[in-house]
Every structure is written in C-alpha cells, then in structure tokens.
C-alpha cells in the first residue's frame, strides 16, 4: 500500500493507538493520523491540544504525519489522493461499529477501503474514555499513555 490515513478523536492519543500507527506504518509508504474532529462527542482536550501531542508522539516514525481534519473524512482523503482508511478493532463490539462505519464511507465514496488492524493483546483493554475516567479519580494512567499525555491529563483534572 502506498498511502493510508488512521483517522480518530485522540482525546488522548493511547499507547493503543501507537500501537496500530507504528503496525500501520510498516505496511504503508505513508501514513496520515487524521486528528479528527466529530460535532456529535465532547472533548476533553482541544483540537489544538490533539493534535500537538498526536504531532509529538508519531516524530519517531519519519514516514507518519500528523494532519488536522474539520470535515467528512471520506472528503478529506479523497482530496488528497489517499485511497486505505485504517481502523483499529479491540472487540467484538468495535468491530460492529467499525463495519457500520466503513459501510457508511463506502457510501460516500465507493473508492474507499477500510482495512481493520486487530488491536494488540497488550493494549487492547485500553480505551481514551476509561483512561480519562481514571486520570480524573487521581488514578495511575502510566502503563496505557505516554508521559506527555499523563502529564496533559494531570494538568487537565488539577486545572482550578
Ligand atoms: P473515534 O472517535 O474515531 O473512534 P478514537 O480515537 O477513539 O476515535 O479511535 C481511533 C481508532 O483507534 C479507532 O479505530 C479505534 O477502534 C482505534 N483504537 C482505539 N483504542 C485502541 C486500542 N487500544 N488498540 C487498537 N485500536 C484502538
């Protein structure tokens, strides 16, 4: 494959969705981690916040890029020539919103191909909303996200 996006909310970024980006970036010459921006979900953190740590933490890899997306995703891939949207599915229930999801897309656009990354058994308990819950009861979020986002998430919930 030569261009792929992982489209997703990153309200934080996990060690979870690291992990589907660094898998993703070996099958893939290029790969966008779209930060996206969904009407419907209320973030914790701004897209600016998103995307600055999302920026930060895929450095590493010098053929992923971080990208900001306020618009359809379907469009916005489409724009820009890149024809594999990548999903990470944990369980059987994501899987189920996945494929409604990418059914959606190709909806929109019959050009569009979902592939789906099984998450990895070491991260796939991990879920931004569990973890936000946990770092807001003072809880240790160190196994599940970088330093960058515990120390985000610290601040956040200490915030006056
Ligand atoms: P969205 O709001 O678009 O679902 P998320 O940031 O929650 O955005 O997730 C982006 C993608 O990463 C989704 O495909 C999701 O299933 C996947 N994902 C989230 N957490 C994990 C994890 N721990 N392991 C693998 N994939 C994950």
Not at 64 to 91: H, M, Q, W, Y
Not at 104 to 133: C, H
Request: glycine share 4%.
């Amino acid at each position: 494959m030569d261009r792929a996006a992982f489209p997703g909310s990153f309200d934080p970024i996990t060690y979870g969705h690291l992990d589907i980006i660094r898998r993703a970036s070996i099958l893939v010459e290029k790969l966008f981690v779209v930060v996206a921006v969904n009407r419907e979900k209320k973030y914790l953190f701004s897209s600016e916040e998103r995307m600055s740590m999302v920026r930060e933490l895929v450095k590493p890899w010098k053929n992923v890029e971080a990208v900001f997306c306020d618009t359809l995703i379907v469009e916005f891939v489409k724009e820009r020539n890149i024809p594999v949207l990548i999903r990470g599915v944990r369980s059987v229930i994501d899987f189920a919103y996945e494929y409604e999801l990418s059914m959606i897309n190709r909806g929109l656009d019959t050009q569009v191909e979902t592939v789906f990354m099984a998450a990895d058994p070491a991260y796939f308990v991990l879920r931004s909303s569990s973890i936000k819950e946990l770092a807001s009861l003072g809880g240790d979020v160190s196994s599940m996200v970088p330093p960058l986002v515990a120390e985000a998430l610290k601040v956040k919930y200490t915030e006056p």
